[in-house]
């Protein structure tokens, strides 16, 4: 297994994993390390967090000795959490500030590329180095028919986005985009779309997309 990082000075998130004879994973990374990837600070939580810390420390002797209040703060923290837990990791918009909650290294958002079976898309959803749920997108090779990066908007921002056109059957196609939560910029779209044309037309068992 070979890893290797293709943008290492301009964008260090691109992880490439190759496993020679088998498969390729296209990964992107949160490459945004706190202060101290050993320390925490009550500052390095998202201020959200904070507050939430803090008002249950103020409130919670008014709150133990009422039933309702208990179960109304039981119902806020547990939607809290829940919040937390079914977030997609490092999922914001790169043109936009990450919250340093999620600076830790987590498991990214990948392509998989599998020739001669297919490409598979994978979301992670959870807790920073947490993970609690993978979605994952198997698109087979005889259903895709080109891999391309187009541009949409995004609020008052034009993006630039990869995705994968196929047809699951006759005269029915369809897009399914990769990386939909994190948009990397262009020069990591055009890797990844570079090596997932060569992997499928030159790669492991000389397949062509259809």
């Given at each position: 297994?070979?890893?290797?990082?293709?943008?290492?000075?301009?964008?260090?998130?691109?992880?490439?994993?190759?496993?020679?004879?088998?498969s390729r994973e296209y990964r992107v990374e949160n490459r945004h390390p706190s202060r101290s990837q050993h320390?925490?600070?009550?500052?390095?939580?998202?201020?959200?967090?904070a507050f939430s810390v803090i008002l249950v420390g103020l409130l919670w002797p008014s709150v133990k000795g009422?039933?309702?209040?208990?179960?109304?703060?039981?119902?806020?923290?547990?939607?809290?959490?829940?919040?937390?837990?079914?977030?997609?990791?490092?999922?914001?918009?790169?043109?936009?500030?990450?919250?340093?909650?999620?600076?830790?290294?987590?498991?990214?958002?990948?392509?998989?590329?599998?020739?001669?079976?297919?490409?598979?898309?994978?979301?992670?959803?959870?807790?920073?180095?947490?993970?609690?749920?993978?979605?994952?997108?198997?698109i087979p090779l005889t259903e895709v028919q080109d891999v391309l990066i187009n541009e949409g908007l995004r609020?008052?921002?034009?993006?630039?986005?990869?995705?994968?056109?196929?047809?699951?059957?006759?005269?029915?196609?369809?897009?399914?985009?990769?990386?939909?939560?994190?948009?990397?910029?262009?020069?990591?779209?055009?890797?990844?779309?570079?090596?997932?044309?060569?992997?499928?037309?030159?790669?492991?068992?000389?397949?062509?997309?259809?």
């Amino acid at each position: 297994m070979r890893r290797s990082r293709p943008l290492t000075e301009t964008h260090p998130e691109l992880l490439v994993i190759e496993t020679p004879g088998l498969s390729r994973e296209y990964r992107v990374e949160n490459r945004h390390p706190s202060r101290s990837q050993h320390r925490r600070r009550l500052s390095d939580l998202p201020w959200v967090d904070a507050f939430s810390v803090i008002l249950v420390g103020l409130l919670w002797p008014s709150v133990k000795g009422n039933a309702a209040l208990m179960v109304a703060t039981g119902i806020c923290l547990g939607l809290l959490i829940y919040w937390k837990v079914t977030q997609v990791l490092w999922g914001a918009n790169r043109s936009e500030p990450t919250p340093p909650l999620f600076r830790l290294m987590s498991p990214p958002e990948s392509v998989l590329v599998l020739p001669p079976y297919g490409i598979q898309l994978e979301t992670h959803r959870g807790l920073p180095s947490l993970p609690f749920f993978v979605s994952r997108r198997f698109i087979p090779l005889t259903e895709v028919q080109d891999v391309l990066i187009n541009e949409g908007l995004r609020r008052w921002d034009v993006r630039y986005y990869l995705a994968v056109l196929y047809s699951p059957r006759q005269g029915e196609q369809r897009l399914e985009v990769a990386y939909e939560n994190m948009l990397p910029r262009f020069p990591v779209l055009n890797m990844v779309y570079h090596g997932i044309h060569e992997c499928l037309h030159n790669g492991t068992g000389d397949v062509q997309i259809s």
